[in-house]
């Protein structure tokens, strides 16, 4: 933590930034949770391997909303793999009509649980083919209900707002582990590598009532969640779940989201059991109540919100005489290349850019929080530590839309899953280019006021 000489020197130099000042002043803050398990059996996403619809429910999946300020902004964190920005735009047209939140002051943020409910035009390609007409009725049948679920929760995170104080603290949490094998630089398949980098840092939003009582707490980890691999295919939220839970059954009455970071090139380790998943969920909640329990950083609740989108370039598409001879591989690889072979058969061409949103928070000049789309490399997150104050800074990835893993120049020159392989099952034409880095940094530089930025 800054200590409280520098910061009141920065307050002093920043003398425009008096937002700081208000620390004490109570914030109105509301929360709410919505259970979001299907009482059917539907297709989950993440693992291509699952070719049956669900076998039964291991852990409850949630919708968890928390609205922060009299100018409020929404926060929900959603037990799934990865809302799409359709969705998350849907959900903030509704409450931009019905409660004038304006699009900057909405985030929606996935879990990234590999055991829960696919979504329509999710991964659209990693079952290798079209699902059967009844398996996608539950897919658009849920993809409905989870839309007017996530309406729901915010709406009555809305409305419930009280009296509240914010702080916030980061602490660690070790079972994150690079999962990029590498040899003379190059990728060459999963594993558990301790020497690349990973994020091992809990980044923990306190919110108490007047008197002391927790409200909530927002959670951040950057790790993959996806300590059960794809012969588990029951509904699960995972660890992440499992720490939400655990919290909440410590401070009854009281809502634990968690959001994921920058690691999509982590995994948790170990892996493939319950017991490992209930673990990391214990280990999570265990440093949570460490930092919950001790001295936190007050936070304003007048919070800047900025949104912006940027197109990120693909590398060039493959021609089509390349994609009929992909066209002809077994799988996802066959089915994508026949896909993009008839997009070019009707006269359309290849995807050359991805449109990505990129949000920023700002509580004061206390702490920024950058919500980036996408399965973000730890790249992302390390690199802004370096460039912003990383004492009050905190990146979210998987935010409001989750189009595809989002590379780092390192990690695209390395190659493999998260350049390439990945690409296939979110439909994209190719791997990006390098310069997405520069764009997405630069954009996150221009976003953030001035005092969290080094540059
Ligand atoms: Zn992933």
């Not at 083919?129 to 309406?151: G, I, S």
């Not at 990029?180 to 809990?202: C, E, I, Q, Y």
């Not at 920023?360 to 912003?388: I, K, N, P």
Request: proline share 7%.
């Amino acid at each position: 933590m800054r200590s409280l000489i520098t910061a009141s020197l920065i307050t002093a130099c920043l003398g425009s930034l008096t937002q700081a000042a208000d620390t004490d002043a109570p914030t109105l803050v509301g929360v709410a949770v919505v259970d979001i398990t299907p009482d059917y059996p539907i297709r989950l996403n993440g693992y291509g391997g699952r070719k049956t619809e669900s076998e039964g429910v291991s852990s409850r999946l949630k919708a968890r909303a928390l609205a922060i300020g009299e100018s409020p902004v929404v926060l929900v964190s959603v037990d799934n793999c990865g809302v799409p920005v359709r969705i998350s735009d849907e959900v903030a047209a509704r409450l931009k009509s019905k409660s004038s939140l304006p699009r900057e002051r909405l985030a929606v943020c996935s879990t990234h649980t590999h055991c829960a409910p696919c979504l329509s035009n999710g991964i659209p390609f990693i079952f290798g083919a079209p699902l059967p007409n009844d398996q996608q009725a539950h897919v658009e049948r849920y993809t409905r209900e989870l839309t007017d679920a996530l309406e729901k929760v915010a709406a009555e995170a809305l409305a419930n707002r009280k009296p509240s104080r914010l702080a916030w603290a980061r602490g660690k949490v070790a079972f994150a582990t690079n999962r990029r094998m590498l040899k003379d630089g190059k990728w060459t398949g999963f594993g558990a590598n301790p020497n690349g980098p990973v994020d091992h840092s809990l980044p923990v939003l306190r919110i108490n009532d007047p008197d002391g009582k927790l409200r909530a707490v927002l959670v951040g980890y950057a790790c993959h969640c996806t300590t059960l691999t794809g012969e588990f295919n029951q509904i699960s939220a995972e660890w992440a779940g499992y720490a939400a839970d655990e919290i909440e059954q410590k401070h009854p009455g009281a809502v634990a989201l968690m959001i994921i970071g920058c690691g999509a090139d982590a995994d948790p380790q170990p892996r493939r059991t319950l017991e490992a998943t209930q673990a990391h969920g214990k280990s999570i909640s265990q440093e949570t109540e460490r930092l919950i329990g001790g001295t936190m950083t007050p936070l304003p609740g007048a919070i800047a919100a900025k949104y912006q989108t940027i197109e990120l370039p693909f590398a060039m598409p493959p021609t089509r005489e390349q994609l009929v001879e992909r066209s002809q591989k077994p799988g996802a690889e066959g089915y994508f290349a026949r896909t993009m072979v008839e997009r070019l058969d009707r006269g359309e061409s290849l995807q050359r850019t991805l449109t990505y949103p990129i949000q920023t928070w700002s509580f004061g000049d206390a702490l920024g929080m950058v919500f980036l789309g996408g399965e973000v490399v730890v790249d992302y997150a390390l690199r802004l530590q370096r460039e912003c104050d990383a004492d009050r800074l905190w990146v979210v990835a998987y935010s409001n839309d989750v189009p595809c893993y989002i590379a780092s120049k390192r990690v695209i020159a390395e190659g493999g899953y998260e350049t390439d392989g990945s690409m296939i099952y979110y439909g994209r034409p190719n791997h990006f280019e390098p310069a997405v880095e520069d764009l997405i940094v630069d954009t996150v530089h221009n976003l953030l006021p001035t005092p969290f930025n080094k540059r």
